[in-house]
């Protein structure tokens, strides 16, 4: 063929695409020519050679690296600024950038780069969109499927109010401009702007509390939560009105719907159960399973999308019913997320903005003011209903018991609006149902949206109380015969001892059962990636060892031992100093536990003359913890013996130091289960008395004496025995020199001390020996109780109660 002669049919030809004979499309030929010949091409065949820009490989390559530099600049700009603006707000920018290269002339490169006036396949517009399936394939599988099932009445309560109220509203007003006649948008459209602004997707709020990194806090689990049940919401009332609308299809839809969720949770999901288990304990995943579960997710899209739902939704559910985090789930986050996250989904969020048509909405902010027009009903819809969602937010969190505070924070992260709602209303587009101005105006909306709110929240929010819970997840609340849920954290072989003797002296009985998360620490050297395995899952490989083998097997020997009232969870953490205490603080608030317990990271030779050990390390963790914990903390100083039931004098003999105050509250509590539990203890209480303050001391000692029969009652409801009664012995002092004097007289006599960390920090019981605190963690009783110079060699347990100060109770 003359190359110089070609016609243009030819030249598209050349090119891989051949004209449809209708002339309406291209068709793409195979093998097509992806690549360009160079700069050379334009040289050699003058006016019908082709600019590299003009091969797909080539053009695809320009817009990716154009949209990452863009978001890339806005994000990085935002951080400079102070503002942490969502990466998905970054991607809508980028696309508004882009699109003003359509008001350039048609004959300008940048206008014949982004916006080729001939009909190729799409290809940039086609990745984008397996960018968008990918991404939400991915945040099906970050969710975790057992979180509904947890999800309690606040988040019901909610989640329902959220949605129900501002469904409702909306309604109502639909109505009455029904009425009037005078309607510009048509009625589809005024249902897709009155279900998008009701919901709250959960994939759009966890992209929010994951940028603010407060995902993994009772308010973003509760705000978490409540989004799922709008999505279950929302599920059942499109459902509802295709059922309505068209009784056969919506009947033969909902079916289908069942038989997929039915398929995937109860065929799919145990099958990738039995794949975690084949993969042994810290191996990757088979690739193999990798590929398997990939194929499966682009099935069930082309399953939702032939039953005329958005396609979407099928990888979602295929991801939400995939286990979360190691093996399987976390590998197919860590190979997946950032590249598509990176590089493919911002096609889908720019390319998507492009379509907005900037200077028409511009132009028509002047039928506001008249109140008239589609920008006025879509604009005064779309605020009505966001109004009525945020205040029936806030009144449904603070009539659950929230702060204020947090109950406007939460109606705000509902409110949010990202990625889930402009790919519902881009696909109305394309299906010819959504007008395209009703697209800019809804695609505005999101976009002021996803920059207001974080801002918002930023400033509302404390980041400090990450962790802290909204109920009472103390002892002092605590019912007796209830299950007491513990946390045992692990560092050092040295600390598996310590923690099982204190465990044993709770004695667990089918009265007074525990519930022990056992929670092996190992510091990351030299890895750069975090694990957090499960051994009820997963299992060592055969012929290999678990890192965590001396842990598991001293535990499972005191399960045995109380096998009828006891329960067993192992957990291994591998991370990096600076964040073990985000492990342990996230497993006590997901497990809802009542106590931490930690070891001390001081030990000393059994002389007491040397330390054997002193880690900082371990020593940062203990303070974090206390800062943040969820629930109430034990700082165990093991110096033997707490407890040893095959000795002659089986009796274990605990004095609780008491001052006043919540932490010896709590410590009160905690001793008083521990000897309802075990009826070899014998109780001392040892109270201290300023001499300063004996009026003001009467009600404390009252409260303490209503408690006295509490404390001499069993849990079978007996009385205490003669031969172990409860030892009350009250002493006056007026410094801390006496209260150090009396200390070191009983040394000798006890097995565990235990005492509140607070006990005594803001009396004269402690004047003169708070000023010599060494370890501010344990508080001045206690840290004169753990030093080296204290003459015993019972252990000391020092408690902290969970702190409510700060949430508005």
């Known amino acids: 063929m003359d190359t110089i002669n070609m016609t243009w049919w030819e030249e598209l030809r050349w090119k891989g695409y051949v004209l449809s004979e209708d002339g309406s499309r291209f068709c793409q030929t195979n093998p097509s020519t992806v690549n360009s010949f160079g700069i050379w091409e334009r040289f050699n065949f003058k006016d019908i050679g082709l600019g590299f820009w003009q091969y797909p490989l080539p053009n ?59 009909c190729r396949p799409k290809i940039p517009e086609t990745l984008g ?63 897709a702007i009155l279900l998008m602004n009701s919901v709250s997707p959960f994939t759009s709020i966890d992209i929010l509390l994951r940028d603010l990194k407060i995902n993994h806090s009772e308010f973003g689990r509760i705000a978490l939560s409540s989004a799922m049940v709008t999505d279950v919401m929302a599920f059942v009332v499109t459902f509802l009105f295709t059922i309505l609308w068209d009784k056969v299809l919506g009947i033969f839809q909902t079916i289908v719907a069942c038989v997929f969720f039915a398929w995937t949770f109860f065929f799919i999901r145990p099958a990738m159960f039995w794949v975690i288990k084949q993969t042994p304990e810290g191996r990757p995943v088979k690739d193999i399973y990798i590929y398997v579960v990939l194929i499966l997710a682009y099935l069930s899209f082309h399953y939702w999308h032939q039953m005329g739902r958005f396609g979407p939704l099928g990888p979602f559910v295929l991801g939400w019913a995939t286990p979360s985090g190691p093996p399987l789930g976390s590998a197919l986050v860590q190979r997946f997320e950032s590249f598509n996250l990176g590089i493919i989904l911002p096609l889908f969020g720019s390319l998507t903005t492009m379509q907005m048509d900037l200077p028409w909405l511009f132009k028509e902010t002047e039928n506001l003011g008249r109140m008239e027009g589609r920008i006025y009903e879509a604009i005064s819809m779309i605020l009505l209903l966001s109004t009525t969602k945020f205040i029936s937010s806030v009144i449904a969190a603070f009539a659950v018991t929230l702060p204020l505070r947090d109950s406007i924070i939460l109606a705000l992260a509902l409110s949010t609006k990202g990625i889930f709602e402009l790919a519902f209303f881009v696909s109305f587009v394309e299906l010819k149902v959504l ?106 490989a055969v012929g290999s060892q678990s890192c965590s ?54 030990t000393w030779s059994v002389d007491r003359s040397t330390i054997v050990s002193d880690d900082d390390t371990m020593r940062n963790v203990n303070r974090n913890i206390l800062r943040r914990a969820p629930c109430s903390v034990g700082i165990l100083v093991y110096r033997k013996p707490i407890w040893n039931p095959q000795t002659t004098d089986a009796h274990c003999k605990v004095c609780l130091i008491f001052v006043g105050g919540k932490d010896d509250m709590e410590a009160l509590a905690l001793t008083n289960r521990m000897r309802r539990m075990n009826r070899e203890i014998s109780l001392t209480f040892l109270r201290f008395i300023p001499k300063t303050s004996l009026l003001e001391s009467k009600g404390s000692m009252q409260d303490l004496m209503d408690r006295k029969e509490i404390m001499e009652t069993n849990i079978d409801g007996s009385k205490v025995g003669k031969d172990h009664p409860v030892t009350y012995v009250d002493r006056e002092v007026s410094d801390g020199s006496e209260t150090s004097v009396i200390l070191c007289s009983m040394a000798h006599d006890y097995d565990l001390l235990i005492v509140g960390r607070s006990s005594g920090g803001d009396s004269v019981v402690t004047r003169g020996i708070s000023e010599w605190t060494e370890f501010e963690e344990l508080g001045p009783i206690g840290d004169l109780l753990a030093s080296k110079d204290f003459p015993t060699r019972a252990s000391v347990l020092v408690v902290q109660h969970q702190d409510f100060t700060d949430h508005g109770y």
């Open 60 to 118: 695809l390559e320009i817009l990716v690296l154009s949209v990452f530099l863009l978001w890339r600049f806005f994000y990085v700009l935002g951080k400079k600024l102070g503002f942490k603006v969502p990466q998905f707000a970054c991607m809508m920018l980028a696309g508004l950038v882009l699109s003003q290269a359509s008001y350039l002339s048609q004959d300008s490169l940048i206008h014949r780069i982004f916006f080729p006036d001939d």
């Open 435 to 540: 007008h395209p101005e009703v697209f800019t105006v809804s695609a505005a909306a999101i976009l002021l949206n996803s920059l207001f709110i974080p801002f918002a929240i930023e400033l509302l929010h404390d980041p400090s109380k990450k962790f802290c819970s909204y109920g009472r997840r103390n002892l002092l609340n605590l019912k007796d015969d209830s299950e007491l849920q513990t946390l045992v954290c692990i560092h050092k072989p040295d600390h598996i001892t310590s923690m099982i003797n204190l465990l044993e002296a709770f004695q667990p009985s089918a009265h007074s059962p525990v519930a022990c998360y056992a929670l092996h620490l190992i510091e990351l050297v030299g890895r750069a990636t975090p694990n957090f395995i499960s051994h009820q899952v997963q299992k060592p």
């Open 549 to 602: 083998a001396n842990v598991i097997a001293s535990f499972k020997c005191f399960n045995q031992k109380f096998s009828d009232s006891t329960s067993l969870y192992m957990f291994t953490s591998l991370s990096i100093a600076k964040h073990m205490h985000e492990d342990i603080c996230w497993l006590a608030l997901t497990k809802s536990l009542s106590l931490i317990l930690l070891p001390f990271h001081r």
């Open 129 to 191: 969109a397996f960018g968008f399936l990918l991404y939400w394939f991915l945040k099906g599988v970050t969710m975790d499927a057992g979180t509904f099932s947890r999800t309690g009445k606040k988040a019901i309560l909610i989640g329902f109010t959220t949605t129900a109220v501002p469904l409702l509203f909306g309604s109502i007003v639909l109505t009455s401009r029904q009425r009037t006649g005078e309607m510009r948008l048509t009625l589809f459209e005024y249902r």
